[in-house]
């Protein structure tokens, strides 16, 4: 995998991306990602297009969107079919492609330099504007957002119903055509409060949450995903981000409280874990993908308690997500290696521990 020229598939060498930087809240949030899906009014979906009909349109909106800000400078574009399937597994691992889509190989991504601004064409929906940001972003992204679909509709007139708003693939996503998350890491909020009135207010608001690992253990790590529901036809994309804001918010203030509370408090198993977790990462020769995120996130926890100050944020959130299966796979590629397990556990070891002690300048953090 080498640098990526324009029109290139993706590749490991953008180590400085929206991924390594320092956001609002982020000691509490760790990243944000919003999506608008939108269809053309003279088209019919992509499921239900002719080869060279979706060939036609995906050429039409690519020389659009080159014009465009976020692309007009570095940018990558690449077809589905061009890429291969490690390739697209990198891209489900930074959260631009949805897992969903591991396996796609039609349609067209048109990437920003720092991968903050995507477009998917002609997979779902014939357009999908996809933002990426550290933190808590979503009045930003969805403004770059809102700016680029304004752009694009007055050259391809989106799909609409006054009553129903935006006509998508995705039934739940009609209306808004608007799909936001946030990755939230709210340990103490979980040790010292029940959750369960937490989780009932964030219904009533239309929103949902979910453990970022496990359904079935919300509380693992104290990693929640909060997402909107859905936005069929009865919300605007005001009243989303508006309600999913405050409720953000909210929880990012009592996970504050609760850590202070901590902090007056002597929590020595807490602390145990987290001080074994740090101890682990800088001295392991192997480690696997799950121990890594769950050692990452527990000194994460220590940094945002303020009880480790020589590891920032930034280092821990680009170490997150280059610990990932596909992306250690991906250096062994760029380094000419074998990727079997063993030494694949014993890179993403090594990269952690050269990483954690400042010798190895792998990330522009």
């Known amino acids: ?18 991924f390594t930087r320092r956001g609002e809240l982020f000691d509490t949030v760790i990243s944000t990602r919003l999506r608008l899906s939108r269809n053309g009014e003279l088209s019919r979906f992509p499921a239900t297009m002719e080869k060279k009909e ?9 020389t659009f969107f080159r014009s465009q800000a976020p692309f007009n400078g570095k940018s990558r574009s690449f077809a589905m079919d ?16 949805s897992p969903r889509h591991e396996g796609e190989t039609n ?10 601004i995507n477009v998917l ?58 799909r936001a998350s946030v990755i939230m890491q709210l340990p103490a909020l979980s040790l010292m409060e ?19 690992m496990d359904d079935e253990d919300r509380s693992r790590g104290g990693l929640y995903q909060i997402y909107n529901g859905g936005s069929a036809g009865y919300r605007s994309e005001e009243e989303i981000l508006n309600s999913f804001s405050e409720a953000v918010k909210i929880l990012s203030k009592k996970e504050e409280a609760c850590r202070s509370e901590i902090n007056r408090g002597h929590y020595p198993q807490l ?39 020589e590891i920032s944020l930034e280092t821990l959130s680009a170490l997150s997500l280059f610990t990932g299966n596909a992306h250690i796979e991906g250096i062994l590629v760029e380094e000419g290696r074998e990727s ?15 990483t954690l002690a400042g010798g190895l300048t792998y990330f522009s953090v």
């Not at 029940?194 to 970022?212: N, Q, V």
Request: aromatic residues 8%.
């Open 271 to 309: 602390e145990d874990r987290i001080y074994r977790s740090l101890g682990l990462l800088r001295y392991c020769r192997l480690l696997s993908a799950g121990e890594a995120f769950k050692h990452l996130m527990l000194v994460r926890q220590g940094v945002a308690l303020g009880w480790i100050n």
């Open 121 to 178: 064409l002609c997979m779902d929906d014939h357009i999908q504007f996809v933002g990426l940001r550290t933190g808590f972003a979503l009045p930003e992204l969805h403004g770059e957002l809102s700016l680029l679909a304004g752009e694009t509709e007055k050259v391809f007139p989106f799909a609409r119903d006054e009553a129903r708003g935006y006509l998508t693939s995705r039934i739940s996503e009609a209306g808004a055509g608007l």
């Open 1 to 18: 995998m080498n640098y990526p020229e324009n029109n290139s598939g993706p590749t490991l060498e953008n180590r400085s991306g929206w």
């Open 194 to 212: 029940d959750m369960e009135p937490l989780f009932l207010a964030l219904m009533d608001r239309g929103l949902s949450i979910r453990g970022f």
């Open 340 to 354: 079997n397990g063993e030494e694949a556990d014993e890179r993403r070891a090594r990269l952690v521990r050269e």
């Open 107 to 116: 349609g067209r991504i048109i990437q920003g330099g720092d991968e903050s």
């Open 54 to 62: 979706k060939e036609e349109l995906i050429g039409r909106l690519s």
């Open 82 to 97: 061009e890429i291969s399937a490690e390739e697209r597994k990198i891209l489900v691992e930074r959260k631009i492609l």
